[in-house]
């Protein structure tokens, strides 16, 4: 496996965080996509390729994350995979194969009104990524990886895997990584190095906020899980045994250091690249 690093971490000019990840030994990263990319001309992203290549680093995925839409929603979900499908050509220019993204809550029910629209909007961003060779990857977090499974297998597109988060499932879901890795091997394809500490076991479709089919936010009548991140190797995330997990799987892929707060980000970067190589070793 490879340690890779989100640029949007370190909160820095692209090529700043290029030339620092590159001197912390990391060997990917991963390009949280903005709203300017989608206007940059392809010298641009030809440029940003070069950047990354002569640093040393690849391009393990970029996140899609910048949508005002939502899948799950009927008047919306239209847009939400176009938009999807404009970040996916942005990945095929710079040289990257997997799309990470949160798609919303997944129902647990299929019989909730939710979960036919997923099916659709899901479909046809999936089968769009597939058929220019990537991967839509589905970030874990609001539910259990049984029910992101049931999901997979019901879109059943070539073009759709797992970008798995073990902080997200251990800190909001609580739910064992190790668990879903056994479950959702074959799909993943990427996934986040980030650690975190469950402070209430609640509801984690009320943490993240979930719509309904016509755009309103889901009332829960449960408490909302709270949590907090926390550095590399400080949280609840098993990583002896979630790394394991991962090459039982036969995943040789990318970790992908992900640090979302703190007030030292590149000190906990730095700590979190000399604690994955000490588990790798």
Request: glycine letters at 10%.
């Amino acid at each position: 496996m490879k340690i890779g690093a989100l640029n949007s971490s370190l909160r820095k000019p692209l090529s700043a965080t290029v030339k620092k990840y590159a001197e912390m030994g990391i060997q990917g990263m991963q390009i949280q996509i903005t709203p300017e990319y989608l206007i940059f001309p392809d010298s641009r992203l030809s440029e940003i390729r070069s950047i990354c290549a002569d640093a040393g680093l690849e391009i393990s995925a970029v996140c899609g994350d910048i949508a005002h839409t939502h899948f799950g929603v009927t008047e919306e979900w239209r847009d939400r995979s176009e938009l999807h499908k404009r970040v996916v050509d942005i990945a095929v220019k710079l040289g990257t194969k997997v799309i990470t993204t949160h798609i919303g809550v997944v129902p647990g029910d299929k019989a909730d009104p939710v979960y036919p629209i997923l099916l659709q909007s899901i479909g046809d961003a999936a089968e769009y990524s597939g058929a220019c060779g990537t991967v839509f990857a589905i970030e874990t977090g609001p539910e259990k990886a049984d029910v992101l499974l049931q999901l997979l297998k019901d879109v059943d597109s070539k073009g759709l895997g797992v970008n798995l988060d073990p902080a997200n499932l251990r800190m909001v879901s609580c739910e064992d990584p190790v668990h879903a890795v056994e479950l959702l091997g074959p799909y993943i394809v990427h996934t986040h190095a980030k650690d975190g500490i469950n402070t209430y076991p609640g509801s984690a479709a009320a943490a993240y906020g979930m719509r309904e089919p016509d755009g309103s936010l889901r009332v829960f009548t449960e408490r909302p899980a709270t949590y907090k991140e926390v550095p590399l190797g400080q949280g609840q995330v098993p990583w002896d045994g979630y790394l394991a997990a991962l090459k039982k799987a036969g995943f040789d892929g990318f970790l992908t250091i992900e640090r979302e707060c703190g007030n030292d980000r590149e000190g906990d970067i730095r700590q979190a690249v000399e604690f994955l190589k000490s588990k790798l070793a």
